[in-house]
C-alpha cells in the first residue's frame, strides 16, 4: 500500500506542476551540502513533495519489498526487458 501511496503522490505532483530542478547541477549541489542543517534547508526548497522526490520514495520502497523477499530485481528487469523485446511494439495496441 506504501508504493501506491507514493505513485498517488507523485501523480499530485505532477499535476500541480512541482518538479526539482531540471538542472542536475542543482541536484549535486545538495547532495555536497556537509552540514545536515544545509542540506535539510536546501532540499526542503529545491526537491521536497516534488515529482522526483515522490518517485525516489517509490523507488525506495521497492527496494525495500524486494529486500523483504530476498528478490534480485536486476536480474528480473534484466529477463523482462528481454522478453518485451520480443513482443509487438505496444503489444499490438495503440496505446
Same mark, same amino acid.
Given at each position: 500500500m506504501l508504493i501506491t501511496s507514493e505513485l498517488g503522490e507523485a501523480l499530485e505532483?505532477?499535476?500541480k506542476g512541482q518538479f526539482a530542478s531540471r538542472n542536475e547541477a542543482d541536484v549535486q549541489e545538495v547532495l555536497k551540502q556537509e552540514k545536515d542543517t544545509d542540506f535539510i534547508n536546501f532540499f526542503k526548497v /529545491? @526537491? $521536497?513533495d516534488t515529482f522526483e522526490d515522490e518517485i525516489a520514495d517509490v523507488f525506495i520502497r521497492l527496494?525495500?519489498?524486494?529486500?523483504r523477499y530476498d528478490i534480485n530485481i536486476e536480474d /528480473? @528487469? $534484466?529477463a523482462k526487458m528481454?522478453?518485451?523485446a520480443t513482443?509487438?511494439?505496444m503489444h499490438g495496441k495503440s496505446y
Open positions: 505532483a505532477d499535476r /529545491h @526537491i $521536497k527496494a525495500d519489498l524486494c529486500y /528480473h @528487469i $534484466k528481454r522478453y518485451n513482443r509487438e511494439r
